[in-house]
């Protein structure tokens, strides 16, 4: 089938060459005697023309609707002056049918596919979301996400980092969200969390002396899903040995300015300018911002902001936790202060956070490397030590095994994609995203167990009230 196929976006090169077309009927239009179809494949649209003449050709070409899959033969030819179209790179051309197969029937979509789908209603665009996706907005949008991933594994792969998974039935990694469980049935009562990051296994192939390592990775957070968050998002997640903080934020900075290039749109400033979390809360009132004067949406405008404060105070209950997440090192200068339990609101972290037009893109930092200070923290963050040795052994024992100075960093993928589309939430960058109310109204999940699913993993639904 493929072989004896053309795209649409091959026919201007075709003229008077009998060629097959293979895609949906996009548009439809009756011109008495001629029939138009726009037909739509992957590569864009082509021009298909049935004429009255043959009179079989026509009558089944008259059945056509939208969103039909169909194949078409014939020949290639000029189309009129006057009759040509501007706008597509194939609009001067059109394909003169003289077969037609129908591929498959289609029912008439339930949401509109030719308009940028903006005023649909969210949940009918996610329960029809392979229509959704048929419009060209998101088409293009899944495509850019394409071209943006491609162009930092070419980056990343370039600069000798190796890409590994890591698992997704984990153990709670803590980044300040709550965790998703998914029940042990071989160890009823317990449970694996899925990974809000893979930031324990990346510090861990650290010291397996991996060096440089990166992974596509997913990480999942149950939290309220709102415009720039969703249960789910990609991160670029990157790890490195032997480097501190400039080297991290240098290798970041280059592979954003590869992507962004890459993907046809501009750098505001190079380098990119940097801000201490002192100086940014100062000048803009948060630590992350928008440096743009005005709103040019080609253009992106990063900034750093550095020395993030190492804690967090609950101003309600007093209590102590991680400002970014338990493994960031403090500055060496306040690890007295640290072990002195002194000052502790004004330590800092080196710790790092990427903003762009106005969105936190990335955050990272250098990990703490040393047992002794990773105890510390985690007794000041109130943790008894068999506590944290339960939770956190694995990784304080890894670390008396020679464990390289490492840090790393972790832009996400979505925010990235989102701000290259020029879109304001990731949900649109996303194939297959929840809704705001936390639902995929596609699979119409979540959805109840069965009574034998929840048997085997021994857990008894609690009626609530
Ligand atoms: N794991 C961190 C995060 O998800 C990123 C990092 O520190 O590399 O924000």
Redesign the pocket.
């Known amino acids: 089938m493929e072989q004896n196929r053309t795209y649409t976006k091959d026919i201007l090169n075709k003229e008077g060459s009998e060629v097959t077309l293979m895609g949906w009927v996009d548009v439809r239009r009756d011109h008495g005697k001629l029939l138009f179809i726009d037909l739509r494949d992957r590569t864009g649209t082509a021009q298909v023309l049935f004429m009255s003449k043959d009179a079989e050709l026509y009558a089944k070409a008259n059945t056509l609707r939208p969103e039909w899959v169909i194949q078409v033969t014939g020949i290639i030819g000029k189309r009129p002056d006057g009759m040509k179209n501007t706008e597509t790179i194939t609009g001067d051309w059109e394909l003169q049918a003289t077969e037609l197969i129908i591929l498959s029937e289609a029912k008439t979509p339930p949401i509109p596919l030719d308009s940028d789908g903006r005023d649909i209603e969210e949940e009918m665009r996610l329960k029809y979301r392979y229509l959704d996706l048929r419009r060209q907005r998101m088409t293009r949008n899944i495509r850019l996400r394409h071209k943006a991933t491609t162009l930092v594994r070419e980056f990343l792969n370039n600069q000798d980092f190796i890409e590994i998974e890591t698992p997704l039935l984990t153990k709670t990694s803590p ?1 300040g969200a709550r965790d998703f469980l998914v029940p042990s049935r071989k160890y009823p009562g317990n449970f694996f969390a899925l990974p ?4 324990q296994y ?1 510090q861990l192939l650290m010291i397996a002396g991996f060096e440089r390592y990166y992974q596509i990775a997913r ?1 999942l957070r149950d939290e309220d899903p709102r415009g720039d968050r969703q249960y789910e998002h990609t ?1 670029i ?3 490195m040995s032997f480097v501190n903080e400039q080297d991290v934020r240098a290798i970041a900075e280059e592979m954003m300015i590869h992507v962004v290039e890459g993907c046809g749109k501009k750098v505001l400033q190079k380098p990119f300018p940097v801000f201490t979390h002192e100086e940014a809360m100062k000048k803009f009132g948060a630590d992350k911002f928008d440096l743009r004067t005005e709103k040019d949406p080609d253009t992106l405008a990063f900034a750093w902001v550095v020395d993030f404060p190492l804690f967090d105070k609950d101003e309600e209950t007093g209590h102590i936790t991680f400002a ?2 338990p ?2 090192a403090p500055k060496p200068e306040h690890v007295e202060k640290l072990f002195a339990r002194e000052d502790l609101e004004h330590l800092c972290a080196q710790q790092y956070d990427l903003v762009c037009n106005g969105y936190e893109l ?4 250098v990990r703490i490397s040393d047992p002794m200070i990773q105890r510390k923290v985690f007794e000041i963050m109130g943790l008894t030590p068999e506590e944290t040795e339960e939770r956190f052994g694995h990784l304080i024992d890894a670390y008396s095994y020679g464990a390289p100075p490492h840090a ?3 832009p996400g993928l979505d925010r990235l994609v989102m701000i290259l589309a020029k879109e304001t939430g990731i949900a649109e960058v996303i194939a297959f995203p929840k809704t705001g109310q936390a639902r995929d109204p596609m699979m119409n999940t979540p959805s109840p167990a069965s009574k034998k699913q929840l048997d085997e993993l021994g857990i008894e639904i609690k009626k609530t009230p």
């Open positions: 980044e809000q990051s893979p930031q990346k990480a991160q997640d990157i790890e970014h997440n493994f960031s990335a955050s990272g930092g790393g960093i972790a």
